[in-house]
């Protein structure tokens, strides 16, 4: 069974700093991709960061220069380092995998930017 786990979320304040983790465990049938989606409140969910079996990664326009991915060599976590948080990025991040086996998801954590 493949479970997904993040932590690192919590309140901070604008210009402030977290880093998240996601920590994948379980048998994953080729790893094409890792990434980091987010839902603020009454809005979708949307792409963070996400970074492929080749090491690319992409980033949504309003992180770009702010938040970095990043994964460990055996696809086991993923990181998401974010700077200069702003209080637009308040929301409940998840760490997602896509595979051949299928897209998994974890539960989520939240984000809180406030002063």
């Known amino acids: 069974q493949v479970q997904l786990v993040e932590s690192g979320g919590g309140p901070v304040q604008p210009g402030g700093s977290l880093r998240l983790s996601c920590a994948a465990s379980?048998?994953?049938?080729?790893?094409?991709?890792m990434g980091w989606y987010r839902r603020a409140p009454g809005k979708q969910r949307e792409l963070v960061a996400v970074i492929s079996r080749g090491g690319s990664t992409n980033y949504a326009d309003s992180v770009k220069g702010r938040f970095t991915i990043a994964r460990d060599n055996a696809w086991t976590r993923l990181y998401l380092q974010m700077n200069s948080l702003q209080p637009e990025d308040t929301a409940v991040y998840y760490c997602?995998?896509?595979?051949?086996?299928?897209?998994?998801w974890g539960q989520g954590t939240q984000v809180t930017v406030s002063s």
């Open positions: 379980g048998t994953i049938v080729r790893i094409n991709a």
């Open positions: 997602n995998v896509q595979s051949w086996g299928g897209d998994y």
